[in-house]
């Protein structure tokens, strides 16, 4: 261990006490990074686990009921992305994470805000920052899979109508609320809850980016085994990003624009009419996936050197933040 990872580790030792499971008035913060910062008792791991995704399956359910009364029943493989499917599924998602947060944060004993950062407050300029920065991988990428698998992309022609407008005006509420309350819930909650069986950092990291791409897999009933190798490499790539950073604000920002930017896309070239989305077998051609497994591994390289750039100044270098893992280390862990 090089003397710099020694004065992280102690510093962040100083800062939060590792959790003491016999005595619930401490709190549950932990010496770790973002993602594994908090712990919980097994059974209340296992709580968490099972509501994260119940919750999202209950509360969807709920909701799309309320869109079926209104415009008929939907094909569950082949949902077509109405303006109300789409405020239904950002609605129904969003909820789900607030319930998250809450449970979380009343499980661990620990501030709701500690489950969007760890050792800092959430940070909107970052958020920001992180947004606008993020087109740039996923319009490289949406080039790409154009021009190499285009036959993925289900695009008819380009056309803009009242159908599309309104498509579109729904997609810049609805998508936020849906990326970044699927990262509140899989990310800043799930993962933690399984990383608390652990006390190594490594351990317990790795198994929260299995049982969170699972159950992030799993909530998207997809049956094509690329898309879900897709989900466990986009939920590594995210997990990691907030191993770096500290928070959720780039995981979220990264999400927010891959989908607001896909969404947007798919409606303009869906002639004026409802997105169909395919989650049969065989779906997902591997050509377009493994672009935007790509795409996925380029974002956290692009968040390390943003993080690695902010702790410097006039090149000196500055501590990470407690709950952040310093850049040049954090690929070690």
């Not at 791991?45 to 799309?64: E, G, K, R, T, W």
């Not at 798919?266 to 493994?290: I, K, M, Q, Y």
């Not at 591994?297 to 690695?308: C, D, K, N, Q, S």
């Amino acid at each position: 261990m090089t003397d710099k990872m020694r004065a992280v580790h102690r510093r962040d030792h100083n800062f939060f006490q590792e959790t003491d499971m016999t005595n619930p008035l401490r709190p549950a913060l932990a010496d770790r990074p973002f993602g594994v910062h908090f712990r919980l008792p097994r059974w209340k791991s296992l709580i968490v686990l099972i509501a994260v995704p119940l919750l999202l399956l209950v509360v969807q359910v709920l909701v799309f009921h309320a869109v079926a009364m209104i415009e008929g029943p939907a094909d569950p493989l082949m949902p077509r992305l109405t303006p109300l499917t789409l405020l239904a599924s950002g609605i129904s998602t969003a909820i789900t994470a607030l319930i998250a947060t809450v449970l979380v944060a009343r499980l661990a004993k620990i501030p709701w805000r500690s489950v969007f950062s760890h050792g800092r407050k959430f940070d909107w300029r970052r958020l920001g920052l992180y947004f606008a920065v993020s087109a740039v991988p996923v319009g490289l990428s949406v080039i790409a899979t154009a021009l190499i698998a285009p036959q993925s992309t289900g695009w008819v022609n380009f056309e803009v109508g009242a159908t599309t407008i309104v498509i579109i005006l729904v997609t810049l509420v609805a998508t936020p609320l849906q990326a970044a309350g699927e990262e509140v819930a899989f990310r800043g909650a799930v993962v933690p809850a399984a990383g608390s069986w652990f006390r190594s950092v490594r351990p317990a990291i790795l198994l929260g980016i299995i049982l969170s791409g699972a159950l992030f897999a799993l909530v998207h009933v997809s049956f094509d085994p690329w898309f879900v190798s897709y989900m466990f490499v986009f939920t590594a790539c995210t997990v990691s990003m907030g191993l770096i950073s500290g928070g959720l604000e780039a995981a979220m920002a990264f999400h927010v624009s891959n989908n607001l930017v896909v969404s947007i896309l798919n409606a303009l070239f869906a002639g004026n009419d409802a997105t169909v989305v395919d989650r049969a077998s065989g779906s997902g051609p591997g050509a377009s996936l493994a672009i935007l497994m790509v795409m996925n591994v380029a974002a956290v390289g692009m968040v390390w050197l943003i993080e690695r750039r902010k702790r410097s100044s006039n090149g000196t270098k500055v501590p990470a933040s407690a709950g952040q893992v310093d850049p040049n280390v954090a690929l070690h862990l």
